[in-house]
């Protein structure tokens, strides 16, 4: 009898090479799968899937705190931060770590600096571990994910897919729910805080220096901007 946990399975190849015939295991053995692709299990043919729902507001701030002072609780000087910083990471343990590690044993005015500056631009370590799963997809389930970032959050599946003239739009959102990339909430499309902002940081990054040349324009005064100057490309 043996226990095995694979971690961040994203190829079914992965799986078949460590544990293609589970009966040589023994009986009572387990095998825990993580991995951010729901197909991939299904395809595997795992016998329990269990989703990871984000941290409450409670869980996220115990771990921040454990991590930023190592302790569960803090002083009332430092609360309100931490509080805004668990907001910012809307549950998602992977960022809580990494900002309370990069905060650890500063001074308040740097953490009020810290939080000024996520609000303009996002911590790189935190969407270069994001972008992993953004970067194993596809030329077009990319843009689709780009277009529900930058216009499609909160909207009706519905009419997002009446909206579009790609005749592959249900496949597509199909495997960005199956990767996690996004959800439903009702018949609404949704995605994480820190996965939209991955998006408006890949638009942006096309070209930082003028936004009419960027693929996506969302933010008024850029449309304003780009109306008036005349300065939209071919791209858009």
Not at 28 to 36: D, Q, V
Not at 80 to 87: A, C, G, H
Not at 114 to 121: N, P, Y
């Amino acid at each position: 009898m043996v226990l095995i946990v694979l971690d961040d399975v994203d190829e079914l190849d992965q799986l078949t090479a460590l544990c293609g015939d589970a009966s040589c295991f023994g009986s009572g053995s387990r095998i825990i799968i993580t991995s951010r692709n729901e197909h991939l299990l299904k395809v595997f043919s795992v016998d329990i899937t269990y989703n990871v729902n984000a941290l409450s507001d409670v869980e996220a701030l115990q771990l921040f705190c454990s991590r930023a002072f190592k302790k569960d609780q803090v002083g009332e000087d430092f609360l309100r931060l931490s509080k805004e910083f668990v907001k910012y990471a809307a549950g998602l343990p992977l960022a809580l770590q990494v900002l309370a590690a990069s905060l650890r044993g500063k001074e308040k005015t740097l953490w009020s600096s810290a939080l000024d500056r996520l609000k303009q631009k996002p911590d790189r370590e935190i969407m270069n571990v994001l972008k992993v799963s953004y970067d194993g997809l596809d030329y077009l389930e990319k843009a689709i994910f780009l277009d529900i970032a930058c216009f499609f959050k909160g909207v009706s599946m519905d009419r997002v897919t009446r909206l579009s003239i790609d005749y592959y739009m249900d496949i597509v959102i199909q495997v960005l729910l199956e990767k996690s990339l996004v959800t439903l909430v009702g018949r609404k499309l949704w995605m994480h805080d820190l996965l939209q902002q991955l998006g408006e940081t890949i638009v942006f990054q096309e070209c930082p220096e003028e936004p009419g040349n960027c693929s996506r324009l969302w933010l008024p005064q850029e449309i304003i901007h780009v109306l008036e100057k005349n300065k939209g490309s071919s791209v858009l």
